[in-house]
């Protein structure tokens, strides 16, 4: 999958660049793929990403391969090999 972050002040290690980043991830949901970026990151950060233990933040804009998802069972997508995954963070 390749994923790219967009509008955080401080981008994730590894993110600094403004294009897509490779990402190797062993599960299948979008959920599951946000958590996996967010390992070891501060929990400032994973408040800006995730609500709660399975809710992404409504401040938090996806898009999968261009297609914006924004309904509340979008923690649970299912992800396939190949798809581009774009963060958009857009706080208040």
């Given at each position: 999958?390749?994923v790219?972050?967009i ?8 993110f600094?660049g ?14 599951g793929?946000?958590?996996?970026l ?9 408040n800006?990403?995730?609500s ?5 933040s ?6 999968v ?6 309904d509340?069972s979008?923690f649970?997508?299912r992800?396939?090999?190949?798809d ?9």
């Amino acid at each position: 999958m390749t994923v790219k972050i967009i509008g955080l002040s401080e981008p994730l290690p590894g993110f600094e660049g403004a294009g897509g980043v490779p990402v190797d991830f062993p599960g299948n949901t979008l959920g599951g793929f946000i958590k996996h970026l967010l390992w070891g990151a501060g929990p400032e950060m994973k408040n800006l990403f995730l609500s709660g233990e399975e809710g992404i933040s409504s401040d938090l804009v996806t898009l999968v391969n261009g297609i914006t998802v924004s309904d509340s069972s979008r923690f649970h997508l299912r992800l396939n090999e190949g798809d581009r995954i774009e963060l958009v963070s857009s706080p208040g």
